[in-house]
């Protein structure tokens, strides 16, 4: 595991939680849900390009707005299919810690990282027309880039991709 700054503590049962502790017990969940999530991801594609309706078969016939629904539409669904509950602030809760779900479709993969995600764990996701991917990654401020867009999102940096804890490629 990746060595990290005791960032993220939560209480369980009285006991702290660090940020490490965090990461086995996602990665513990996720590591035999690759077929669910497999299948959240093809749910997610088929409702957004919509075929019947839209005529689009592949991902890059999508417009920038329809590629942002896939991650938009992703999250709930795998909350769904794995009974996860919604976080106060970010997307999802395991036990007692929250964890964001962010998706990119791009070729050549990066996440946005809201600064709310600052300093907690993301389960990062990447998915194609006959493909899909998943990590988990503390998004600390090392491991994002310098610059921010205007919603102040930050991009997953080389080092932070170099960090990213595969669970399936």
Not at 90 to 97: E, I, R, Y
Not at 104 to 133: A, Q, S, V, Y
Request: aromatic residues 10%; contains cysteine; hydrophobic residues 35%.
């Amino acid at each position: 595991w990746p060595k990290t700054s005791g960032l993220l503590r939560s209480i369980r049962g009285g006991k702290q939680m660090n940020v490490n502790e965090q990461m086995k017990e996602l990665f513990t969940f996720y590591a035999d849900k690759k077929e669910i999530l497999e299948q959240c991801w093809e749910i997610t594609k088929d409702n957004v390009l919509f075929t019947s309706y839209t005529g689009y078969t592949k991902i890059e016939q999508l417009s920038r707005s329809e590629k942002t629904m896939l991650g938009t539409r992703f999250e709930p669904i795998v909350r769904a299919e794995l009974d996860i509950m919604k976080g106060p602030t970010l997307d999802c809760v395991l036990n007692t810690f929250e964890y964001d779900i962010k998706f990119t479709c791009r070729t050549n993969p990066n996440w946005m990282i809201p600064p709310e995600c600052i300093g907690k764990i993301c389960l990062l996701t990447h998915g194609g027309d006959d493909f899909f991917k998943a990590g988990i990654f503390v998004a600390l401020e090392s491991h994002l880039t310098k610059g921010g867009n205007r919603d102040s999102k930050k991009t997953v940096s080389k080092k932070g991709k170099e960090s990213i804890r595969w669970l399936y490629k």
